[in-house]
């Protein structure tokens, strides 16, 4: 990993992703959380922290990122529970089927290379029934938007870390085993079509 993802990316994303806006997205999903225990892939810098719900009483942060982790670590001083960072790639977690309770990914599933391999490991150590919380950017709803997402993705990849434009969320977790039990999608208000396309929802295992 270049000096590109490890330092640059870490240092500026809280000032484009720490917006009042997607922070809407944020708090919206995270909210709905009803569980103690939290399995967090594609932890970031940690901004989802300030808007997990009281209920909460222990994170595991996963990120394949060791940059990313460094900065979230400014972050959990002071937590209001317990927190524990790992980092590793969502495509092998590090835990026994049917181990978790919850899972949780923001902005996430667009940068993840083998994002297949990933939904089937949270599918695998998830419990029956166990929930998985979501909030997407992905494949968007009318075919001239996709043509773009799909024309631009090159250049998005090299620019934003390896973030995908055009990947279909809902049939990827759906294929991967999951039962949607609620979403919804929308546009991002003031965002350019291809990258504003949510989707926002939980899926169960
Ligand atoms: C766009 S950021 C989202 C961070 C955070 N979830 C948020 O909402 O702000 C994508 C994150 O996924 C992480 N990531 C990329 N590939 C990964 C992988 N294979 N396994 C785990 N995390 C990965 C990146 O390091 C980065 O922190």
């Known amino acids: 990993m270049g000096f590109y993802s490890n330092v640059i990316i870490p240092f500026f994303y809280d000032s484009s992703m720490d917006?009042?806006?997607?922070n809407e997205g944020r708090k919206s999903i995270?909210?709905?959380?009803?569980?103690?225990?939290?399995?967090?892939i594609g932890f970031g810098t940690g901004i989802n922290l300030k808007f997990y719900p009281d209920n909460v009483k222990k994170l595991i942060g996963i990120d394949s990122n060791n940059g990313?982790?460094?900065?979230?670590?400014?972050?959990?001083?002071?937590?209001?529970?317990q927190i524990e960072l790992i980092k590793q790639g969502g495509e092998s977690l590090p835990?026994?089927?049917?181990?978790?309770n919850t899972v949780v990914s923001t902005y996430t599933l667009c940068s993840i290379k083998e994002v297949t391999a990933a939904l089937k490991e949270i599918y695998r150590v998830l419990k029956p029934g166990g929930?998985?919380?979501?909030?997407?950017?992905?494949?968007a709803d009318n075919p001239n938007t996709q043509k773009w997402q799909h024309r631009l993705n090159p250049i998005q990849n090299i620019w934003a870390d390896g973030c995908n434009l055009?990947?279909?969320?809902?049939?990827?977790?759906?294929?991967?085993?999951?039962?949607?039990?609620?979403?919804?999608?929308?546009?991002?208000?003031r965002d350019p079509k291809i990258v504003g396309y949510m989707y926002e929802g939980i899926a169960i295992k």
């Open 30 to 40: 995270l909210s709905k959380i009803s569980e103690e225990d939290i399995l967090e």
């Open 19 to 22: 917006s009042k806006k997607i």
């Open 166 to 189: 055009n990947r279909d969320i809902k049939s990827l977790i759906e294929n991967s085993g999951f039962n949607i039990i609620e979403m919804k999608n929308y546009y991002m208000k």
């Open 95 to 100: 835990f026994p089927e049917y181990s978790i």
């Open 68 to 81: 990313m982790l460094k900065q979230a670590q400014k972050k959990i001083n002071n937590g209001r529970f």
């Open 131 to 139: 929930k998985y919380y979501f909030l997407e950017h992905g494949l």
